[in-house]
């Protein structure tokens, strides 16, 4: 138990450096608490199977996640093609980058930061030090409710910078509050859905395949919005 509660004390230590330090700090405090983090794990005694980081699984790890990415930028690409559904990809975060900063997040932020340590942490070390406590279903709704309460710091701009999240929940302090308990509950059911990604293949491949394909084609995509199609 004692090995759990660092392991979450990591995370929470790391969510408020990752809020609060300057974007180039972003990936290395990010591979850093990662590798804390499995470290933890391989202290309290999970094997690289227990964590998704097997050799046995990963040939089955890679054909899902290459059929899930695939999937993903499919359904993009029909979104956005779509009048009624473009809405979506109207994002200034991602419409005020550079070319060169877009490349930067998508291929290295996203990947190397943000999915790194979201899926080692989340479904790799905590689902498995809670499944060997408790089992798969304990696993899977503790570590989506704390996934979920992770991006309540990135989520707090959404009215801000999303047009489409405007439209839902409008301006003003009630609708921050909103659109945050939103994109909390909006995250924790996602990290339910990467959680049995991760027990039916056994590996972290899969989750960390559509993680990926979700944040770095969604900026890749709002940015291109942004530009053919933006105000």
């Known amino acids: 138990m004692g090995m759990l509660l660092l392991a979450v004390a990591v995370l929470a230590a790391t969510n408020v450096l990752v809020n609060r330090l300057g974007p180039e700090l972003y990936v290395p405090v990010c591979a850093a608490a990662a590798g804390a983090l499995v470290g933890i794990a391989r202290l309290a ?3 690289w199977d227990e964590l998704g980081l097997g050799g046995s699984s990963a040939r089955r790890g890679l054909r899902w996640g ?11 690409l029909l979104a956005l093609a779509l009048p009624y559904t473009r809405e979506a990809f109207q994002d200034e975060r991602a419409a005020e980058l550079t070319a060169g900063q877009l490349v930067y997040r998508v291929l290295a932020r996203v990947p190397f930061g943000t999915v790194l340590l979201e899926e080692i942490a989340f479904r790799g070390v905590l689902w498995g ?3 060997r406590r408790w089992g798969a279903a304990w696993a899977t709704g503790v570590s989506s409710a704390l996934f979920g309460l992770w991006h309540i710091q990135p989520s ?17 302090g009630t609708a921050v509050a909103l659109s945050v308990t939103a994109a909390v509950v909006g995250t924790a059911l996602a990290g339910v859905g990467f959680c049995e990604l991760r027990r039916r293949s056994g590996s972290l491949i899969p989750p960390m395949a559509l993680h990926c394909a979700l944040n770095s084609a969604g900026y890749a995509l709002a940015w291109a919005a942004g530009r053919w199609w933006g105000s």
Not at 66 to 76: D, F
Not at 156 to 172: K, Q, W, Y
Request: aromatic fraction near 6%; charge should be positive; charged fraction near 10%.
């Open 45 to 47: 005694g999970l094997t």
């Open 156 to 172: 707090r701009g959404l009215t801000r910078s999303n047009a489409a999240m405007e439209a839902v929940f409008g301006t003003g």
């Open 129 to 131: 030090m809670m499944r």
């Open 66 to 76: 290459l059929v899930l990415a695939g999937a993903v930028i499919v359904v993009y």
